[in-house]
């Protein structure tokens, strides 16, 4: 991303909210894994997205029409010796000059000047309870200018919850996040045809984490959440996570991976025969999942509601499922019962874009969100069969299918951004295994 985007986002903010008020957002801490062992960083995506700037131990302050400057940085100083150790540091000078800060200042002048920024303000921006070390410093700055200020001190009247408004501009991304979150739909799209052309009995589910590991290192990207490679049985476990299993001949495997390319997140799944072939059973139920997926891509248009998607799914699944014999009764009342969250357990999608499960309200007022122009969200309906499933016989068990995709919605409809991964089941049969024929 460029300045000039970060400038863009930090000026609507800004707009919203007014002069006389003043937004405070401090960065991630790094986190401890194990003594002096680190989780790799990762800057919070809130921060990122206002400023750029992927250091910790860093506050960034808006503050519309301040004569002084309104958008300040504080960050580390330069340390030569501590960035021989962990990196080099941007410094305040180069906070002004790369990230284009007004001003910016040591992290440990915020004990001196935030105090009087906040005191000379009517509303302070500020979501509490992500950062409580933090939140306490907040409550005090401004407990000790009510208790010490004098006769004439000024406190802010108001404390809104910046996530709210924040959330709100990232929901809609820009020409320029789409062009990014492009590029991470394309590396995951290139990840999952590795992997398929390298599927065969034998090899361990880490293996085929190992292929989406390779490409999105590769292209500069990491992976966007822990990889789900399920076979068999794993397929039917949401969120499995160990990918420790050996795969065998007539299994299914699920794979839920996405990367994320300069702070943007891509998330797809496929499911497929490991040996290239498609039991009755496991096409019969793909063919349900792959009839669901189509009928909720059909429902991604601007003006329908967030939830139109995920109940032409629900439709799709229920009738598919009954027409194979496993659910039974009419259409409407299997709807109505739910009787299909037997084997169709979670919603149809999410949103996407700095965070897999990105930021943005569902519902505004109690009703469901209206999809527009420039939102992105994922379409992945399933079917979970696992061992043991009451009332259902031997040979459906240990069949799980998922299929997601990326969509962008557009004026003219919806753009899956992951269209280039087939999802035809015979086209899937034929690129299983193609490394090794």
């Not at 008020?21 to 809130?46: E, F, K, T």
């Not at 990014?180 to 394309?186: D, H, L, P, V």
């Not at 669901?292 to 499922?321: D, F, I």
Request: glycine share 8%; hydrophobic share 40%.
């Amino acid at each position: 991303m460029n300045t000039d985007e970060f400038l863009r986002r930090r000026r609507q903010l800004m707009r919203m909210m007014g002069k006389g008020a003043v937004a405070i957002l401090p960065a991630a801490q790094p986190r401890l894994r194990s003594r002096d062992v680190l989780y790799p960083y990762r800057q919070d995506s809130d921060f990122y997205y206002l400023t750029g700037f992927a250091e910790p131990d860093a506050v960034v302050v808006l503050a519309p029409g301040r004569p002084e400057g309104e958008y300040l940085l504080f960050c580390r100083d330069r340390d030569r010796e501590k960035e021989t150790w962990d990196g080099t540091r941007a410094g305040p000078e180069n906070a002004v000059t790369q990230y284009a800060a007004d001003a910016a200042y040591p992290i440990g002048a915020v004990e001196e000047l935030l105090p009087r920024i906040v005191g000379a303000c009517d509303r302070v921006f500020y979501t509490m309870g992500a950062r409580p070390d933090f939140d306490q410093r907040l409550i005090s700055w401004v407990s000790r200018l009510r208790t010490h200020g004098g006769a004439g001190a000024h406190t802010p009247d108001e404390f809104i919850a910046l996530d709210h408004f924040l959330h709100d501009l990232r929901l809609y991304k820009s020409r320029e996040e789409i062009g990014t979150m492009r590029r991470s739909a394309r590396i995951a799209v290139q990840a999952h045809r590795r992997a398929m052309s390298m599927c065969r009995p034998g090899l361990f589910e880490y293996q085929i984490e190992a292929e989406f590991m390779h490409e999105f290192r590769t292209h500069g990207a990491q992976p966007s959440y822990l990889p789900i490679v399920g076979s068999g049985a794993n397929s039917c476990i949401l969120h499995y996570h160990a990918n420790s299993r050996r795969m065998e001949d007539g299994d299914l495997l699920l794979v839920d991976a996405g990367c994320e390319y300069d702070y943007y997140a891509s998330d797809v799944t496929r499911t497929y025969p490991v040996n290239g072939r498609f039991t009755s059973e496991q096409r019969a139920i793909y063919e349900v999942v792959l009839d669901a997926h189509e009928a909720a891509l059909a429902a991604v248009v601007a003006g329908n509601s967030w939830s139109e998607p995920h109940e032409a799914a629900v439709r799709g699944v229920t009738k598919g499922l009954k027409k194979i014999g496993l659910l039974e009764g009419s259409l409407p009342s299997l709807i109505r019962t739910r009787a299909y969250q037997k084997f169709f357990m979670h919603r149809t999608g999410h949103w996407l874009g700095m965070d897999v499960h990105d930021v943005g309200d569902y519902k505004v007022a109690d009703q469901w969100r209206v999809l527009e122009p420039g939102m992105v969200l994922t379409v992945e309906p399933g079917v979970y069969i696992p061992p043991g499933t009451r009332g259902v016989a031997k040979r459906w068990w240990n069949i799980g299918v998922r299929i997601e995709d990326d969509v962008l919605v557009t004026r003219e409809g919806s753009d899956v951004l992951t269209r280039d991964l087939p999802r035809d089941p015979d086209v899937l049969e034929a690129m299983i295994g193609a490394s090794a024929q």
